[in-house]
């Protein structure tokens, strides 16, 4: 998790990291990017190439949110902030 946090601060610094309670299923919240959650999929999903779960799939309340498992090698996991951050820009 502290790869993750450095990476965001560093790199993708207005995605905000919503502090885990013990688990390896992060919140990320995209809202500073005042993308609807159908665009804000679009760029994820199809121009980044990498799915995490909406926000919106456990409830209104998460508008522009995506959840990220970060149980995986950490190249892949850079590679997949790697590309979020790239289809961002």
């Known amino acids: ?3 993750l946090r450095n990476y965001l601060h560093e790199k993708l610094p ?12 992060l919140w990320l919240d995209f809202s500073a990017y005042d993308y609807s959650d159908k665009e804000l999929d679009e760029i994820i999903v199809h121009k980044a190439k990498v799915w995490l779960d909406r926000g919106t799939m456990f409830g209104n309340e998460g508008n ?10 950490r190249p892949l ?5 790697e590309r979020i951050q790239k289809a961002l820009e």
């Not at 996991?77 to 902030?81: C, H, N, P």
């Open 14 to 25: 207005k995605v905000r990291l919503i502090e885990p309670e013990g688990t390896f299923l």
């Open 64 to 73: 522009n949110f995506q959840r990220i498992n970060i149980a995986t090698p």
């Open 77 to 81: 996991l850079q590679e997949a902030l």
């Open 1 to 3: 998790m502290i790869f």
